[in-house]
């Protein structure tokens, strides 16, 4: 399956952001596949799809002939029928043996119509299954790559926060050395506990994204768990923003949900021809074979054996079955079926009305979020030389510390939109080629 191979393009383990060597590292594709493999509702699937196969199978077998034996045992108190065909006042036994078979030579075609439907029904649920594969990793996806941004936003705070208290350090001796006044270094104070509830707040949302990376892949023990991947860049460089006409094309080719609304719109026609072929005689042919041994009080009977050579029977027979008059039963259920095919293609619509709609939905998201991104680039720049030329005046006398500290912020604001952006952008990329495949 194409989707498989979309992995969000991190089949390559890159550097972690954060390193926490004492964690278990994964890859997005092996937290797909450890998600694929422990979620229950797949599993559930999984078993409709065998018992599809299984119906399948039972339809191909019902081509087969019936071959049955039996075996009975009667006992007759009074007046018993003998082998002279004459009613005496004596008890009797009779045991039985039979084995006999039957073949539908000719039903209208309904059972060759059952197999193309049940065939069908297996394909329709085979592709349900990978539509809800599909799911999961759309789900696992997006919770990785939030875990990805929430921990670029924890390291952003993180090296704001070192920043900071480097140069409350810096000034912390200038103030000593009196060469600054002890009120300069009460904003830097101020800012620097901002900046740790920053901190103390990005890493409570990057704790709490991969809780729910955890969660999604049905974990049970989640207290070593960590991820690593390649660079939100790096995922970019490696994506193409694709046209929606052309995913659009391609996904009514590849994606699940269109190949499952297919195969039940084949079930219901093959629905239909199996409910016609009731208004066509039937014809079957049916061998049988018996013997057994009959047992009279009151009279010399032959050895069982010999009864059993004996009363050897076999017969052969055809039986034919012509439809007259069934009380409108079967023209009813043609009507039925012919609203059932009616109203799967409504829902084919509905379902490619839905897939186009989510596709130029995704393929705009991707154009803003692009947009987002180069602005927000733009914006950390200009944030950047703002905070260097507010530090410069600064130092020469020419801007007190609020001036300092409010470019600060707007730096490490803009550098958090940019992050945000970064990731988003990547994200719409992955979700257009998830579309196509």
């Not at 789900?139 to 704001?160: C, D, G, H, K, P």
Request: glycine share 4%.
């Amino acid at each position: 399956m194409q989707i498989r191979t979309f992995a969000f393009s991190l089949l390559l383990t890159g550097s972690v952001l954060v390193p926490v060597s004492a964690q278990q590292q994964y890859t997005l594709p092996e937290c797909i596949d450890i998600a694929l493999e422990n979620n229950r509702n797949i599993k559930q699937q999984e078993l409709n799809r065998r018992q599809r196969e299984i119906a399948y199978s039972q339809a191909r077998a019902d081509l087969l002939p019936n071959l049955n034996a039996s075996a009975g045992q009667s006992f007759v108190f009074g007046r018993s029928i003998g082998l002279d065909n004459t009613y005496q006042n004596t008890n009797s036994s009779q045991t039985s043996f039979g084995i006999g078979a039957d073949i539908t030579l000719f039903d209208g075609l309904r059972m060759k119509h059952n197999i193309d439907a049940r065939r069908a029904d297996m394909q329709a649920s085979e592709a349900d299954l990978d539509k809800m594969r599909d799911d999961i990793i759309m789900s696992v996806s997006t919770a990785f790559l939030q875990v990805l941004l929430n921990r670029e936003l924890l390291q952003i705070a993180e090296n704001q926060l070192e920043t900071t208290r480097a140069d409350l350090v810096r000034r912390t001796e200038l103030v000593k050395s009196g060469r600054m006044a002890q009120g300069e270094l009460y904003e830097q104070e101020a800012q620097l506990a901002r900046e740790e509830l920053n901190r103390v707040q990005a890493a409570s949302n990057y704790r709490l994204a991969l809780l729910d990376l955890a969660q999604i892949m049905e974990l049970e023990q989640f207290d070593d768990f960590d991820v690593t991947a390649p660079p939100a860049g790096t995922l970019i460089r490696e994506s193409t923003l694709l046209a929606s006409d052309a995913v659009y094309e391609s996904a009514l080719v590849n994606r699940p949900i269109i190949r499952s609304m297919q195969y039940r719109i084949e079930s219901s026609e093959k629905e239909l021809l199996m409910t016609r072929s009731q208004l066509y005689p039937s014809l079957s042919f049916g061998a049988n074979m018996g013997t057994g041994y009959y047992k009279m009080s009151g009279r010399d009977n032959d050895p069982f054996g010999t009864q059993l050579r004996n009363n050897i029977s076999n017969s052969l027979g055809f039986s034919l079955r012509i439809p007259i008059f069934n009380r409108f039963q079967v023209k009813n259920n043609i009507h039925i079926a012919e609203l059932a095919i009616a109203n799967t293609r409504l829902e084919m619509d509905k379902t490619k009305l839905e897939l186009r709609k989510q596709i130029e939905q995704a393929y705009y998201n991707a154009v803003g979020a692009r947009s987002r991104w180069e602005a927000a680039q733009k914006s950390v720049t200009a944030s950047n030389e703002a905070y260097r030329f507010a530090e410069e005046k600064y130092r020469n006398g020419r801007a007190n510390a609020y001036e300092l500290f409010l470019a600060k912020n707007n730096q490490t604001q803009a550098m958090g939109e940019e992050a945000q952006a970064k990731y988003e952008y990547a994200f719409r990329l992955k979700i257009i080629e998830l579309l196509k495949d």
